[in-house]
Every structure is written in structure tokens, then in C-alpha cells.
């Protein structure tokens, strides 16, 4: 794996041999822990090369991705029929010798079972960034391959090209949690409040309040894309079926709207002004409270803490809430009144019971879709 150049010395009749210069062009610091971050992001590196094969295995070796003697030479591949092909390539990493034509073959066959993204620089590599999935090149390339290229890199890093994955995947969960919190939310709300108004000689919350509640519980969404992202939730990349989702938003929405019957049910035979104020306590507490279940697939004590200011903005609309229902004057400004101390423990009763019930529908729904947003 090291370079090498013979010095002499000159003379009239020649030269005198003096010894032989080795140097080695040392992999960058990062690249072993990209390699490794790319691994645990199920993202397959394959190394095409014109190198020679003992230069390829080397590099290999040091970053984990072949053992001695898995490195493929390009006339190996020249008249493979196509699942024989596939087969080797999706076995085997690394690939010297390889011209061209090469690098096309290995990059269609990897596109029968994967999307691939191909980094090049040279103008052998013209052929492979143009049939590739996404194309990439770096800023020091010709002018040939940028013209092939969907992405222009500023530097030449494989890192970037790792952490733009992680990263990706990680806006795309973020999204998915604010599409779960605020559809979910809108879904109980309407089960329940148009089931209620069905029975009803009054509606169950006034206009004004229904607006109240969705600004309350909006406020967590508002820092939703500063949440973290366990690197397990993203391992692989993220599906989004209509159906799927449809079907978590109406499992979470009838666990919502069962909470919300039932506080009415608790408090029915009070005025219609306690009967409002307890129906939009918990519809807002429980608006806020699916946060805490919607961060992760898992079972909500195995996620990782919320970042501070997600943690904040939490606790703001918690404490919002109970504000605009115990202030006097916001309290006759959305038609509040104090509910009975008796009803706050078999309102948290009912609460804690919301993010069971929500939990198992999460964790149930995640059984049989593993792979959904």
C-alpha cells in the first residue's frame, strides 16, 4: 500500500542506485468512524478503484470493509450473467482493476435491490455518475463529471456524505412526529367533540376554547425539529404508506377520543361551564402529553431525554394550560371556571391511563408495521 519512487544519483555513464523512497498517503482520521456510522445506518461502502488490488485490500483492511483476499478484480465480472452478477457484487465490497464499463455494470446491478449513490472524480467515472441514483462529485473535479453530477462537494470527505444520510433520515422521523402529534390530536378532538354534540343539547367546547386548546398543544410542534433522533429509530431508511399512517393517526385519535368521553362522563352531572373546562383540560393535556409517546417507536422511557429547549417549550404548555383555567382573567376571558379538587386526581388517573393506552397502540401498530414513519 505504499507509494514508492527509486532515487539514483547521476552519472556520465548512468546512474548509482541509492535506495528506494516510501511514502503512504494515510487514510483521514475520520474515516474509519464514518465507515462505522455507515454501518450502523445500514448504508452498504463499496470501493471502485483502477488501483492496483494489493493498494485496494489495504485501504480495505484498515477501515474494516473486506478480509484478505475479498477484493474483486474487474475482468471478473465481464461475463457474469445478471443474478450471478448481483450476487457478487452485493457480496463483496471492494473492486480493483475495474474500467468503466465496470463501474456500470456493478452500479445497474445494485440497483435491482438498492438505491445507490456513487462518488467520482475522473472522467472514468462519467459513465457510473450518470446512471447512478444520486450522483456526486468533488469540487476539484473536471468539468466532464460535474455536468453528471446531482451533488457538488466542498470538501472531500466521505463523512458529509454519511451524515447528510443520518441527517435526512433524522428530518424525516421529525416530520413524522409532527405529523403524528398534530393529526392524531385533530382526530381525537373530532371523534369526541362531534360523537358528544350528537347527545348533547350544547357543543362541548366553545369555539374560542377549541381554538385555545390547538394553539396550546401546537406549541411543542413549534421546536419539534430540535427533538433528537436515536440513531436506532433510523437504522434503516423510512417508509411512508398512506395507509399506514392513516391507519397510527386513527388508533392514536380513538385512544384520544376515548379520554376525552370519558372526562366528560366524570364530570356530566356538573354545570355546563365545569363540563367545558374539564373537557379542555385534558383534550389540551393530552394534545401535549402524546409528545412524550410519538418521540420514539420504543416504549417512551427507553427514548433519550428531550433536548432543552423541546423540554421547555413542554413544560410552557403544560403550565399554559393550567394558567388560562386558575387566572381570573384569562379564565372569564375563555369562559373557565374552577373545577372541584376532587376531580384533579381522577383527572391524572385518566391521563396516566391516555399514555398507557396510547403506548400499546404505538407499540402494537410498530409490531405489524416495523419499518413505517
Given at each position: 500500500g505504499l507509494r514508492t519512487i527509486a532515487l539514483g544519483l547521476s552519472k556520465e555513464d548512468g546512474f548509482k542506485y541509492l535506495g528506494i523512497l516510501a511514502f503512504e498517503d494515510p487514510l483521514k482520521p475520520t474515516t474509519k468512524l464514518t465507515i462505522d456510522k455507515a454501518k450502523q445506518l445500514n448504508v452498504k461502502v463499496k470501493i471502485l478503484t483502477g488501483d492496483a488490488p494489493e493498494v485496494a485490500e489495504k485501504v480495505a483492511l484498515e477501515l474494516g470493509l473486506c478480509q484478505p483476499g475479498e477484493v474483486i478484480l474487474g475482468e471478473k465480472i465481464e461475463n457474469l450473467e445478471a443474478q450471478e452478477l448481483f450476487a457478487l457484487v452485493d457480496k463483496y465490497n471492494v473492486f480493483a482493476r475495474v474500467l468503466p464499463h465496470h463501474k456500470f455494470k456493478i452500479i445497474s446491478a445494485l440497483q435491482e435491490k438498492y438505491a445507490v449513490g456513487f462518488l467520482g472524480e475522473g472522467v472514468n467515472d462519467a459513465l457510473g455518475l450518470k446512471i447512478a441514483d444520486v450522483s456526486l462529485v468533488v469540487d476539484t473535479a473536471n468539468d466532464l463529471t460535474k455536468q453528471e453530477a446531482d451533488i457538488i462537494l466542498r470538501e472531500k470527505d466521505l463523512s458529509l456524505i454519511v451524515e447528510a444520510i443520518y441527517e435526512g433520515r433524522k428530518s424525516v422521523f421529525n416530520i413524522g412526529k409532527y405529523l403524528k402529534h398534530t393529526?392524531?390530536?385533530?382526530?381525537?378532538?373530532?371523534?369526541?367533540?362531534?360523537?358528544?354534540?350528537?347527545?348533547?343539547?350544547?357543543?362541548?367546547?366553545?369555539?374560542?376554547?377549541?381554538?385555545?386548546?390547538?394553539?396550546?398543544?401546537?406549541?411543542?410542534?413549534?421546536?419539534?425539529?430540535?427533538?433528537?433522533?436515536?440513531?436506532?429509530?433510523?437504522?434503516?431508511?423510512?417508509?411512508?404508506?398512506?395507509?399506514?399512517?392513516?391507519?397510527?393517526?386513527?388508533?392514536?385519535?380513538?385512544?384520544?377520543?376515548?379520554?376525552?368521553?370519558?372526562?366528560?362522563?366524570?364530570?356530566?352531572?356538573?354545570?355546563?361551564?365545569?363540563?367545558?373546562?374539564?373537557?379542555?383540560?385534558?383534550?389540551?393535556?393530552?394534545?401535549?402529553?402524546?409528545?412524550?409517546?410519538?418521540?420514539?417507536?420504543?416504549?417512551?422511557?427507553?427514548?433519550?431525554?428531550?433536548?432543552?429547549?423541546?423540554?421547555?417549550?413542554?413544560?410552557?404548555?403544560?403550565?399554559?394550560?393550567?394558567?388560562?383555567?386558575?387566572?381570573?382573567?384569562?379564565?372569564?376571558?375563555?369562559?373557565?371556571?374552577?373545577?372541584?379538587?376532587?376531580?384533579?386526581?381522577?383527572?391524572?388517573?385518566?391521563?396516566?391511563?391516555?399514555?398507557?393506552?396510547?403506548?400499546?397502540?404505538?407499540?402494537?401498530?410498530?409490531?405489524?408495521?416495523?419499518?413505517?414513519?
Open positions: 393529526m392524531s390530536d385533530n382526530f381525537g378532538n373530532f371523534f369526541s367533540i362531534s360523537w358528544l354534540a350528537l347527545f348533547l343539547n350544547y357543543i362541548p367546547l366553545l369555539p374560542i376554547q377549541l381554538l385555545l386548546t390547538n394553539l396550546i398543544t401546537d406549541l411543542p410542534l413549534s421546536v419539534v425539529a430540535f427533538d433528537k433522533v436515536d440513531l436506532e429509530e433510523i437504522k434503516k431508511p423510512i417508509s411512508i404508506s398512506t395507509y399506514e399512517f392513516v391507519l397510527l393517526l386513527i388508533f392514536l385519535g380513538v385512544v384520544a377520543s376515548f379520554t376525552n368521553i370519558a372526562t366528560y362522563l366524570l364530570v356530566k352531572d356538573l354545570t355546563i361551564e365545569t363540563i367545558r373546562t374539564a373537557i379542555f383540560l385534558v383534550t389540551t393535556f393530552t394534545g401535549i402529553l402524546v409528545m412524550i409517546s410519538i418521540r420514539t417507536k420504543r416504549f417512551f422511557i427507553y427514548a433519550s431525554f428531550m433536548p432543552k429547549i423541546v423540554a421547555l417549550v413542554f413544560i410552557l404548555a403544560l403550565l399554559t394550560t393550567i394558567l388560562v383555567i386558575h387566572q381570573k382573567t384569562l379564565a372569564k376571558i375563555f369562559n373557565f371556571t374552577q373545577l372541584p379538587l376532587s376531580i384533579y386526581s381522577q383527572i391524572i388517573l385518566l391521563l396516566i391511563l391516555f399514555i398507557l393506552l396510547t403506548e400499546l397502540a404505538k407499540v402494537l401498530y410498530y409490531r405489524i408495521f416495523p419499518d413505517s414513519i
